[in-house]
């Protein structure tokens, strides 16, 4: 399945076409010169922010936007969705034998996810869960710094999924104060991409209701990117 979304041009889904739409802007900016604009001129009026989320995943396509085009977006999606199954395996190496394996990669939200066109998810979901794998081994600072970009990539989504799991390993945590110093040093580089979130037109613009609604529903989903190994692992 990756490799049939990675051939492809471009992949037609509810969420994939803001990936082609912010990863042509910037492309288009950035190789003719311009450098990459606070705002994308062309959405909301010309309030649309060139950066809602996605920061990573969307300028890394943007810089292979020369050799692959639209391509690009597509690769972006396949390459996440395999970094996502070996970041899994790397934060749960307990699950890489046998049919805990097969659990792990018949999770609806990993499989759902490229097959959807969530690239901004699977990279930092990548992030979050490589984070996970070098805190259980030791490396604490390595594992904040993770953490960290994977919420500087998806706020909305990564911010409370993160909290979730780690209010969840306080009651088993050898230490709670250092896992909670780390949680927070992880969320103090976000707070501005948080920011953008709430500031973007398609937030402002959505009632209160849709903003509530969307919320438990976009997390709910993309959270058990990450929720399944670590039950499974539980």
């Not at 609806?108 to 070098?134: D, E, F, K, S, Y």
Request: hydrophobic content about 60%; overall charge positive; glycine content about 8%.
């Amino acid at each position: 399945v990756l490799c049939a979304i990675g051939s492809l041009d471009i992949v037609v889904t509810l969420d994939s076409m803001s990936n082609y739409g912010h990863v042509w802007w910037i492309a288009d900016q950035l190789w003719a010169g311009q450098g990459i604009p606070w705002r994308m001129d062309v959405l909301g009026a010309g309030n649309a922010l060139t950066y809602p989320y996605g920061m990573l995943p969307w300028t890394t396509a943007a810089l292979l936007w020369p050799l692959l085009g639209e391509q690009s977006v597509s690769v972006g999606l396949a390459v996440g969705g395999l970094l996502a199954v070996l970041a899994t395996f790397y934060a749960a190496p307990e699950l890489r034998q046998g049919w805990w394996a097969v659990a792990v990669l018949v999770n609806p939200a990993l499989v759902m996810a490229p097959i959807a066109g969530q690239m901004p998810v699977l990279w930092a979901g990548t992030l979050l869960l490589g984070g996970i794998g070098r805190w259980r081994r030791g490396r604490h600072v390595a594992a904040v710094v993770r953490v960290a970009l994977a919420h500087v990539n998806h706020p909305a989504v990564l911010l409370p999924v993160t909290a979730v799991v780690v209010a969840a390993w306080l009651f088993w945590a050898p230490d709670r104060r250092r896992l909670l110093v780390a949680f927070a040093a992880s969320v103090l580089p976000a707070l501005p991409a948080a920011y953008l979130v709430v500031a973007s037109p398609v937030f402002v613009d959505s009632s209160l209701r849709d903003k509530v609604v969307n919320f438990f529903g976009t997390v709910g989903m993309r959270g058990l990117v990450v929720a399944v190994p670590l039950c499974l692992v539980a």
